[in-house]
C-alpha cells in the first residue's frame, strides 16, 4: 500500500468518526446520541478497525492535508467515550471505593460508594447523615416567626428561597394578604438569589472539570450580588429577611443605582463565561454525553429545576404555580434535549438572563407602599414607636419572646428554587409554634438520582456528573 493510499485511509475513517454528532453545537444533537459509548482498549489485543489506522506506525506525523476533518482528529476533539459495559467480567474484577464524604468535589458532607470495573462505574450508592442537622425538629421547637432563622440554612445558597417557601405556609394559615410592595421585594430578592446560586455553581462546575479560571470569575460577580444582599438585609447569607407578614425592612435609599449596576456587570461576566466555555474542546468533551438523565428517570426519581429542564420536561412553578405575583412579570423557560451535563450549563446560564430579565422589569414597575401586613398580630410595631409608646414596646416584646398565634390546620407552599421544587409542609396545633414541620428539598431527590446518571460511565465523569446535579446538603440532611 503506498503512502498516497494511507493517507487517504486516514482521512475516510477521519470522515466516518466526525459524522458522530458535533461537540461544539450542542442543540443539533440528535436523540440517538443522547448516550454515547466508550471502548476501552486493552494493550496486546486487535485495536478496533475504525481506529487502527491512527495508531499504525507514522500516523502519529502531522498529516499533510490540514482540512477540517483532519485538522478535527488532531486536536482531539472528535472523542467517543461514554457507556459500554460487559456483564459477564467476573465480580473479582470489580472493586469498591469511596468518594468522600470529606472530599472537595462532593460539594458537602456526601459519601458515594463507587463499586468500579476498571474504570467504568457499575454501581453508586449515595450515603447520607453526615450533616445530622435535624432542622425540621428544631423548626418544631421555634416560635413561627423565628422559623425563618432555622429554614434559611438549609439551602445556604438559595436562603431567601426557604424564608418565601416558609412564610408563604404560614401566612395560609394566617390568612393574612402582603403588600403589592413586600411581595415585588421577595420576588427581586429570590430572582437575584436564583442569580448568585446558580453563579456560584458555573464557578465551582468549571473547576471540578478544569476551568480553574472559572472559580475567581464566577465569585468575582456572585460578590456584587452578595454586596447588594449584605446591604439590604444586613447579612451575606442566611438572612431572615423573608417573614410571615412581608419583609423586614424596605430596600435602602440608592437600591436602584445598586440594581442598575448589576444588570450591567453580570451580563458582562456571563458573556465572558460563554467565550471561556462555550466552545472549549475539553470542556465540551467532559460534559457532552456524560451523565445522562432521561425525562422518565427525572419523573421516576423526582428530579426538578434545571436538571429536568435540561431533560426537555418544561415544568417551572412559576409558570405551573405561580406565587407572590411572578405571574405578572414576562420570562421564559429555558429547555434543553439531552439531559447531559452541557444542557444543565446551558439552562442554568440562560436562566441567568431570564432572572435578571424580572429583575429589569421590577426595577421598572416598582410598587410604593409598605413591605408587610398591616395586621398588628403579626407585625411588630415601628422601630419608632417603641420609644415613643409603653404599649408598642410590649407588643413589641411580646411578639419576639412569646411569638403568634396560628390557626390550627396544616398548609403546604412550594417554590422554584434555583435547585428546583422546594415545599415546606406545616401544621399547626393552634399555639405559637408549629407542630409539624417538613420541607421537601430538591436535592435531596437529585442525590437519589445520582445512580441512574452515573451508572455504567467512566469514573473521570463523576464529579461532573455529581457537579451538574448542583445537591446541597443542608438540602439533604434535614
Known amino acids: 500500500m503506498s503512502d498516497k493510499d494511507t493517507t487517504e485511509e486516514q482521512q475516510d475513517a477521519a470522515v466516518a468518526v466526525e459524522e458522530t454528532p458535533a461537540v461544539d453545537a450542542p442543540m443539533e444533537r440528535g436523540e440517538a446520541g443522547r448516550r454515547r459509548l466508550h471502548e476501552m482498549w486493552v494493550a496486546g489485543t486487535e485495536e478496533r478497525a475504525d481506529v487502527r489506522h491512527f495508531t499504525d506506525e507514522g500516523a502519529q506525523e502531522l498529516l499533510g492535508d490540514e482540512g477540517p476533518d483532519v485538522l478535527a482528529i488532531q486536536r482531539g476533539t472528535v472523542v467517543e467515550d461514554d457507556y459500554e459495559f460487559d456483564d459477564s467480567v467476573d465480580a473479582e474484577e470489580r472493586q469498591i471505593i469511596n468518594m468522600g464524604p470529606q472530599h472537595p468535589s462532593t460539594h458537602g458532607v456526601l459519601r458515594l460508594q463507587i463499586e468500579l470495573e476498571g474504570e467504568t462505574v457499575r454501581r453508586v450508592k449515595p450515603i447520607i447523615g453526615y450533616l445530622h442537622t435535624g432542622m425540621e425538629k428544631t423548626g418544631e421547637t421555634l416560635t413561627w416567626l423565628q422559623g425563618p432563622t432555622n429554614v434559611t440554612r438549609m439551602d445556604y445558597l438559595s436562603p431567601f428561597h426557604n424564608e418565601l417557601a416558609f412564610s408563604l405556609a404560614v401566612e395560609k394559615l394566617l390568612g393574612v394578604d402582603i403588600p403589592e410592595r413586600g411581595q415585588v421585594i421577595r420576588i427581586l430578592m429570590t430572582e437575584l438569589n436564583r442569580v448568585s446560586s446558580h453563579l456560584l455553581w458555573i464557578a465551582t462546575q468549571g473547576m471540578d472539570i478544569g476551568a480553574i479560571s472559572m472559580m475567581i470569575y464566577g465569585w468575582r460577580e456572585r460578590e456584587l450580588v452578595l454586596d447588594f444582599f449584605e446591604k439590604v438585609t444586613g447579612l451575606r447569607m442566611n ?31 456571563v458573556a465572558e463565561y460563554r467565550e471561556i466555555l462555550d466552545e472549549n474542546p475539553i470542556f465540551l468533551d467532559r460534559t457532552y454525553g456524560v451523565g445522562v438523565i432521561t425525562p422518565a428517570e427525572c419523573r421516576a426519581y423526582g428530579v426538578t429545576g434545571p436538571a429536568a429542564r435540561a431533560s426537555g420536561i418544561d415544568f417551572d412553578l412559576r409558570k405551573a404555580f405561580p406565587y407572590s405575583g411572578i405571574d405578572k412579570y414576562e420570562f421564559e423557560v429555558p429547555l434543553g434535549k439531552h439531559g447531559d451535563v452541557l444542557d444543565r450549563y446551558h439552562v442554568r446560564i440562560a436562566e441567568i438572563d431570564q432572572s435578571l430579565g424580572i429583575v429589569r422589569q421590577i426595577l421598572e414597575t416598582m410598587p410604593a407602599g409598605d413591605y408587610r401586613t398591616a395586621d398588628r398580630k403579626v407585625t411588630p410595631p415601628p422601630r419608632k414607636r417603641i420609644d415613643e409608646s409603653m404599649e408598642a414596646l410590649i407588643h413589641h416584646f411580646k411578639i419576639f419572646t412569646s411569638g403568634f398565634q396560628v390557626p390550627a390546620g396544616e398548609a403546604w407552599q412550594s417554590v ?17 409554634r408549629p407542630w409539624r414541620v417538613h420541607v421537601r428539598g430538591p ?34 440532611d434535614r
Open 443 to 476: 436535592s435531596f431527590a437529585h442525590v437519589q438520582a445520582l445512580p441512574v446518571a452515573m451508572t455504567d460511565s467512566l469514573i473521570a465523569d463523576a464529579v461532573a456528573t455529581l457537579a451538574s446535579l448542583d445537591p446541597v446538603l443542608g438540602d439533604v
Open 416 to 432: 422554584e428554587s434555583p435547585r428546583g421544587e422546594l415545599g415546606v409542609y406545616v401544621v399547626s396545633a393552634g399555639g405559637a
Open 239 to 269: 438572612h431572615n429577611y423573608i417573614r410571615p407578614g412581608g419583609v423586614a425592612a424596605d430596600l435602602p435609599d440608592g437600591w436602584e443605582d445598586d440594581i442598575e449596576m448589576l444588570l450591567r456587570k453580570v451580563p458582562e461576566g
